[in-house]
């Protein structure tokens, strides 16, 4: 059976989405398939069973169809540094800060490495879903173009576009890339797929019939838009959450880091009927609310500098509200910073917000590990990504919470722990059941609207 490779005609058209709906369809068909994507730029990222570390949407679908997540479906992975920099994550594991001319000048040596996993999966599986990156057809970076161009040629990946009608011109961006694309990529392209399409889906009969008779491709599908809000890649899709807050009672902030990191710890949050998540920049709007929450971060030190000069410190130091502080958040509330070996910043002491006593000590070794853990007397289910050391893995002092551990408010236990004592009356719900109910809902619906025949008998042939 053939691979698939899922273009998208430019960032964001929803191309993470729509692989995932994709592999979770076709193993509702009964074909054995996992997903896959070469180089993923994101700090958000998720532990496996194995404690190798990868990108969350290839660990999201791999879970959502009950196979194990792996360092194979993600094999290069690249988290935010310093000045330029990336942090490079290889076969799950940590390796190197890396500049990004120095990155690509060495792309040719990770390209075994990608062909290596990639292969492995095929031994495994019938099918592999790899999700592209960006635009396939940035003309001046395809010979480094690890996600796309190099996994449709070397494996002969069938393929298919994907579209944002949202950003306008689509018609130009469909073009665009097809011609662009390499002509023996060309002739396996199944079809380009419409995405988030808002309004009377009729209006666009015409449009579909100008991209099949002119462009000569076929349109599988125009998919309306809606909302999953769960398994985001990066804080840009994050920001484009919808909540229903009709009903809610408690206000949660949640401070918008410059370098924020593994924000999909708030998804049982946005999820949550009786909760108002908001992003917020600066204090009055954090004042406003009933709870305060500092995430994760890349850049611990550079989100302290921009935190205090918005005016937080003070603000955290006076609140009367309940702060939590998660893993980077965490690491903030102590008195001081140190990282005499720069591992994350070039700045060897840094005060912390003194919340908690004691100081943090940055280490070479990252902690990668997840499991069951106990905090704050609750059961959580949670995974740690770490180069900072303290003596303890979670704190409780007053209306003050941290801990290095993602997942907290995944635990029902700990939200309704939390929330009741903001707002008695609060009722909770099962995020685990939700989360499999919105899943199945949001591929029902992408089913619903493309052409799932089509595409199947493609990668059969």
Not at 86 to 109: P, Q
Not at 342 to 349: A, D, L, M, Q, T
Request: with cysteine; hydrophobic share 40%.
């Amino acid at each position: 059976m053939n691979s698939l490779s899922v273009f998208g005609t430019s960032s964001d058209a929803g191309k993470s989405t729509l692989a995932f709906a994709i592999t979770y369809l076709l193993h509702k068909r009964g074909v054995k398939v996992a997903p896959f994507k070469a180089q993923n730029v994101s700090n958000n990222s998720q532990v496996c069973d194995t404690a190798e570390e990868i990108a969350q949407p290839q660990f999201f679908a791999a879970q959502a169809i009950k196979i194990e997540p792996s360092a194979l479906m993600n094999p290069i992975l690249l988290k935010s540094g310093a000045k330029n920099r990336a942090h490079l994550i290889l076969n799950g594991k940590s390796v190197a800060e890396k500049g990004v001319s120095e990155y690509y000048r060495d792309i040719k040596k990770l390209q075994p490495e990608v062909k290596k996993a990639f292969l492995a999966l095929k031994k495994e599986y019938e099918c592999i879903v790899a999700e592209g990156a960006g635009s396939p057809v940035e003309l001046n970076l395809m010979r480094k173009d690890l996600s796309n161009i190099y996994i449709a040629k070397t494996f002969n990946t069938k393929i298919i576009l994907v579209a944002d009608i949202e950003r306008g011109g689509v018609f130009a961006s469909i073009y665009g890339v097809y011609k662009l694309l390499p002509r023996t990529l060309r002739r396996n392209v199944i079809g380009v797929i419409i995405n988030k399409f808002r309004g009377d889906i009729r209006l666009f009969n015409k449009g579909v019939e100008i991209i099949q008779q002119h462009f000569k491709i076929k349109v599988l599908g125009v998919v309306p838009y809606r909302a999953l809000n769960l398994g985001f890649e990066d804080a840009q899709s994050m920001m484009n959450y919808t909540q229903d807050i009709s009903k809610a009672k408690i206000r949660v902030a949640l401070i918008k880091l410059p370098h924020i990191s593994n924000f999909t710890d708030f998804e049982p949050l946005i999820a949550d009927k009786e909760v108002a998540l908001s992003f917020v920049s600066n204090t009055q709007e954090a004042k406003m609310c009933d709870l305060i929450i500092v995430p994760g971060s890349k850049r611990v030190v550079d989100d302290i500098v921009w935190l205090k000069k918005q005016g937080f410190s003070k603000m955290l130091k006076c609140a009367k509200v309940p702060i939590v502080g998660i893993c980077g958040g965490y690491e903030m509330m102590f008195e001081k910073i140190i990282d005499t070996k720069n591992i994350e910043s070039s700045h060897k002491h840094t005060k912390g917000f003194a919340l908690f006593k004691g100081d943090i000590i940055f280490k070479k070794r990252k902690v990668v590990k997840k499991g069951e853990y106990r905090l704050f007397g609750c059961s959580v289910s949670g995974y740690e990504i770490h180069n900072a050391r303290a003596e303890k893995i979670a704190i409780k002092k007053g209306n003050l919470y941290g801990t290095f551990v993602h997942g907290l408010f995944d635990s029902d236990e700990f939200r309704k722990k939390i929330f009741t004592k903001i707002y008695p009356k609060y009722r909770g719900y099962n995020f685990l059941k939700y989360k499999e109910k919105s899943i199945s809902k949001f591929c029902k619906h992408i089913d619903e609207h493309i052409d799932m025949d089509t595409l199947f008998c493609a990668l059969k042939n």
